[in-house]
């Protein structure tokens, strides 16, 4: 079985999975960094901890497949912590499909949905863990988010602004999932290391 980017090439249909919603809490952990340390500033620092307990949905339902691939997960799944745009938010996500071109560089017609698999998670019985594989930042695509603060002049105590940043690869979740209910601890970092998190999910 062929797969790239967290994608596999299907042998069979896509298991069907009913779409639910899981809502509870978050516990979140932030480890906030800068480059702002060593006497002449440069080098990366510890900032400081944010501990926090934010409202949080789970969503799973039916695995998105397009162009003959399907994301390889049990199920597809999207997280959501606390009010999406605002400092401090968490938007995860298994996969989606973006709109490219109706043709390739050939001008041979092609299937203009271009699925975009971003982790791959695995399920034993209610056990549920796995990894984020790729960010696609290469392709300007990225859906995993934590929004932060970025200085408006670096090292400078000037104020901040709001900022989103991309989760990197090499995230993790793990836990457990069933039709009564989920609780699963995702960790990871951002790009640039700027944040190290940890959320605890239970709903």
């Given at each position: 079985m062929a797969a790239i980017l967290g994608l596999t090439l299907p042998a069979s249909p896509a298991a069907a999975a009913s779409a639910q919603v899981y809502r509870g809490t978050a516990t979140v952990v932030v480890d906030s960094y800068d480059y702002c340390g060593g006497s002449f500033g440069g080098d990366h620092r510890f900032v400081g901890t944010s501990r926090y307990k934010a409202a949080a949905k789970f969503v799973t339902g039916p695995r998105k497949?397009?162009?003959?691939?399907?994301?390889?997960?049990?199920?597809?799944?999207e997280l959501y912590v606390g009010n999406i745009g605002q400092v401090g938010s968490f938007q995860l996500g298994s996969a989606s499909i973006v709109t490219t071109s109706g043709r390739d560089v050939s001008g041979n017609l092609r299937d203009p949905r271009l699925l975009l698999g971003y982790w791959v998670t695995g399920r034993s019985g209610t056990s549920w863990s796995g990894k984020l594989v790729d960010s696609h930042r290469a392709e300007g695509a990225t859906f995993n988010h934590f929004y932060g603060q970025q200085a408006i002049v670096s090292c400078r105590n000037l104020g901040s602004t709001r900022f989103v940043y991309a989760v990197n690869a090499g995230a993790t979740v793990s836990g457990r999932v069933s039709s009564g209910g989920a609780a699963f601890t995702v960790r990871g970092s951002t790009y640039g290391d700027n944040y190290r998190f940890r959320i605890t999910f239970s709903g």
């Open positions: 497949s397009a162009a003959g691939r399907v994301e390889r997960n049990p199920f597809h799944w």
